[in-house]
């Protein structure tokens, strides 16, 4: 995916998203889990039909999330949003959303605290909020390659919907959910720790909060971009008092410029500008 899709994604416009062919699904007949090297053809559970806005490949899914479902329903409901729902009479991810934020609070909370005993319950609560955070949620929801899955209404999918934050983030947490339901904590736990809560001490650190040009690059690495470039555009004033301009690139787009009394001061400045341009900050 390149910046300008990205950015189609992050800041919709009036664009139709290209439909995606409809996959087989599969379900062990005699297990009745969703995962991989089944032998049913086709899944033969009730509301298991998928149509063109949504790709619900089970295998693929299995290995997204690392975890086979008891219950397949459970799993399609969370990755079903309202406008998909308004229009098929199928029950939304709402409910299960609900759930699983209340979930994920409760496990980021018992990790910091058990992984952190050093830490007071001002740097808990700091890190807890990053890492909860719509923007964390919707970076690794859109890391691991949630929103190809999500069901979505007609409309929705036209504005772009499957990209935005919010939608995404919304969908991490009903995804959660649904895992609890289906099989307590400790699928839940598994799920995190391989997601938000790797290195959670990165949160922790003041320093790392600020480091915007750090938090670019993962931003650009996440997303498989290339970048991000740094070009110094411009140096003012005399030496002892001299002003740098610097621009930073994605994909070879413009997406920041700041000025500083160095050259890693401007560049700090363009990062921070590059992720706010790009919804990050």
């Known amino acids: 995916m390149n910046l300008h ?34 032998s049913a053809p086709d899944c033969d559970c009730a509301g298991m039909a998928v149509d063109q806005r949504g790709s619900l490949d089970w295998d693929s899914l299995y290995h997204t ?18 406008s998909y729902s308004g229009e098929n009479a199928a029950k939304s991810n709402e409910r299960l959303e609900f759930l699983g934020d209340a979930v994920l609070g409760l496990i980021v ?3 910091l605290f058990r992984r952190f005993p050093e830490k007071d319950e001002g740097e808990l609560t700091k890190a807890k909020s990053a890492i909860v955070s719509r923007n964390t ?30 939608l995404l983030s919304n969908t991490f947490e009903a995804v959660i959910g649904a895992m609890f339901i289906d099989g307590g904590l400790a699928p839940v736990e598994k799920f995190l720790s391989d997601t938000v809560l790797t290195g959670a001490e990165k949160y922790f650190d003041f320093k790392y909060r600020k480091n915007f040009k750090s938090r670019l690059l993962e931003y650009v690495q996440a997303h498989g971009l290339h970048g991000p470039d740094y070009t110094v555009i411009a140096d003012e004033g005399p ?43």
């Open 239 to 281: 030496d002892h008092d001299k002003r740098f301009i610097v621009a930073v690139s994605v994909d070879d787009e413009r997406v920041g410029k700041g000025e500083g009394r160095s050259k890693k001061e401007a560049e700090q400045y363009a990062a921070e500008q590059a992720l706010s341009y790009l919804g990050e900050l």
């Open 65 to 82: 999330i690392k975890y086979g479902f008891n219950d397949p329903d459970l799993l399609l409901r969370a990755f079903t949003h309202r």
């Open 109 to 111: 909370t018992d990790q």
């Open 5 to 38: 899709s990205l950015k189609k994604l992050i800041f919709p416009k009036k664009h139709q998203m290209n439909p995606r062919t409809r996959p087989v699904q599969r379900m062990s007949k005699r297990t009745g889990r969703c995962g991989p090297s089944v």
């Open 137 to 166: 949620l919707a970076l690794w929801a859109g890391n691991i390659g949630l929103g190809k899955y999500i069901r979505l209404g007609r409309g929705e999918e036209q504005s772009g919907g499957r990209g935005r934050k919010s």
